[in-house]
Nanobody, 117 residues
Framework: VQLVESGGGSVQAGGSLKLTCAGP????????MGWFRQAPGKEENLVSV??????IYADSVKGRFTISQDGTKNTLYLQMNDLKDEDTGMYYC??????????????RGQGTQVTVS
């Protein structure tokens, strides 16, 4: 599965970025899709996931990040506002599975770097 992220960059604390994930329609429309991030030397952490209208956010990003999907463009987005230093990391778009918690499958992109300073 080819998933391609874009939109990362370097921003000051309090700034915003919008990440984009492009992929095949059969994945974006039928599966749980989401974003996770990984800071250097740390494990992967779920950021947000959506499936069948249900949306989940990590507590650390609630009220600041918004996941959305444009089915006509086969695109998944992550709008990130009020960015904080701790949001720094590589952000990945992935097909997600549940059991017993949400986690990313191997169907993921190469990631896009977000640096907040």
């Amino acid at each position: 599965v080819q998933l391609v992220e874009s939109g990362g960059g370097s921003v000051q604390a309090g700034g915003s970025l919008k990440l984009t994930c492009a992929g095949p329609a059969y994945i974006l429309e039928q599966c749980g899709m989401g974003w996770f991030r990984q800071a250097p030397g740390k494990e992967e952490n779920l950021v947000s996931v959506r499936r069948d209208g249900t949306i989940i956010y990590a507590d650390s990003v609630k009220g600041r990040f918004t996941i959305s999907q444009d089915g006509t463009k086969n695109t998944l987005y992550l709008q990130m506002n009020d960015l904080k230093d701790e949001d720094t990391g590589m952000y990945y778009c992935a097909r997600m599975i549940y059991g017993p918690t949400w986690s990313a499958t191997a169907d993921r992109g190469q990631g896009t770097q977000v640096t907040v300073s």
